[in-house]
């Protein structure tokens, strides 16, 4: 079994889950945040948005400078959803095109000049999908703060029972 068949099970389910979580957020609560060191709802979903891409980035190139980061901007949920998508579609893509060998290749995350840090590919992939999960974690936290049903992620939530199966007796 190749590195990428045993990548894209986990793949598939995290972003379908990941999915479902930015589908709740309430576009016109964009600038909440539940303390005044914590990112906005808004700026938290973009970044899940967006996180799809950077496997895209893992995979296909050999670095990723922050320095040529935009910035945040507060979009619509719809809109995110559309970038989300799309990161996923060509995300996905990639990992099934990739060879084992180039799970290998050293990747960096760096700003201009300055590396923060160096591991292969395969490594920087994993780590990308955990550090979505912890996002959509904070997120799906957000979404109770602000009385949103908090959707079923490993399993049951208080608001919704795990798909398939009938809510617990109270």
Known sequence: MSIADTL???????MATTRRVIERVPTDKGKWKPHPKSFPIGHLTQLV?????????????????????????????EDLLKMFDKNVKESRKAIASAK?????????????????FT?????????TINHLVHHRGQLTVYLRLID???PSIYGPTADEPM????????
Do not use: C, H
Not at 62 to 73: H, N, Q
Not at 119 to 127: D, E, L, S, T
Not at 163 to 170: F, H, L, T
């Open 8 to 14: 894209l099970p986990e793949f598939d389910q995290e």
């Open 49 to 77: 948005s967006g996180m799809p891409g950077w496997i895209t980035n893992a995979v296909t190139q050999t670095s990723l400078d922050l320095g040529k980061y935009p910035g945040y901007s507060y979009e619509t949920t």
């Open 100 to 116: 084992d060998s180039d799970f290998q290749v050293s990747w960096s995350l760096k700003r201009g000049e300055q590396v923060f």
């Open 119 to 127: 591991a292969p590919r395969g490594v920087i992939v994993r780590q």
């Open 148 to 150: 949103v049903p908090v």
């Open 163 to 170: 798909p398939g199966m009938s809510p617990a007796k109270k």
